[in-house]
């Protein structure tokens, strides 16, 4: 149990363009999503956190208007990078959580902006 | 705050050999710790968790330890294979939500 899905799980894209990102619980209902980027050999960074029908609440440093986040279902939370740019490239990785217990993380979506 | 982006320490054991991976967390009223294996390419897969209720628990070649006097965690791996080759997280958790380690880059050595 507790299968966290990404879609896609690799994306180019030409520069300016925008990108939606899919995270899905598939067996499970998830009170909050979060929503991480990982540079090669780095640390998870938490970019967001969502909860189902809310404003996702963005770290220090996100720009909110850069990366939309909609969690519209206790199932799925969507990221979109608007106009990205080649500093967007990089390994988007969701995760959800039930009650404030475990974290389970997703695949892992890795996006090159051209 | 969450973990910011470090370059990971590296940790290299031979194949067969045990592994320690360790990691010292910030809340002393963080009542819950989870260590997840990250594969390259792939999202954190989790391994095992602790409460603070207990000090030490064991999965299959995994053990967790916990200290809280110095607020330290570790993971144990036993007999360390090729696949157990990845980065190690340990992630705590308080009132708020998770706070996650830096990490550590396991590499098995043939």
């Known amino acids: 149990g507790a299968v966290v899905s990404q879609h896609p799980s690799w994306v180019i894209c030409k520069s300016g363009t925008s990108v939606k990102i899919e995270c899905r619980s598939l067996?499970?209902?998830?009170?909050?999503m979060f929503w991480y980027r990982q540079f090669p050999k780095q640390s998870l960074m938490l970019m967001a956190t969502s909860n189902e029908g809310s404003k996702a609440t963005y770290e220090q440093g996100v720009e909110k208007d850069k990366f939309l986040i909609n969690h519209a279902s206790l199932t799925l939370s969507t990221l979109t990078v608007t106009s990205a740019h080649p500093e967007d490239s990089s390994f988007y990785i969701c995760?959800?959580?039930?009650?404030?217990?475990?974290?389970?993380f997703g695949p892992g979506t890795r996006l090159l902006v051209l | 705050g969450e973990s910011v982006g470090l370059h990971l320490p590296t940790l290299s054991v031979q194949e067969g050999d045990n592994s320690i991976i360790n990691c010292a967390y910030s809340?002393?009223?963080?009542?819950?710790f989870i260590w997840y294996k990250q594969e390259s390419g792939k999202g954190p897969q989790f391994i095992i968790d602790i409460r603070s209720n207990m000090d030490k628990r064991q999965g299959q070649r995994v053990t967790v330890l916990l200290n809280k006097t110095v607020k330290h965690l570790s993971l144990q791996i036993a007999a360390t294979q090729p696949g157990d080759s990845a980065v190690y997280f340990c992630a705590e958790k308080g009132a708020q939500n998770f706070v996650f380690g830096p990490g550590t880059r396991l590499s098995v050595l043939p």
């Open positions: 809340n002393s009223a963080s009542d819950y």
């Open positions: 067996d499970f209902q998830a009170t909050t």
């Open positions: 995760s959800s959580q039930v009650y404030q217990e475990t974290q389970y």
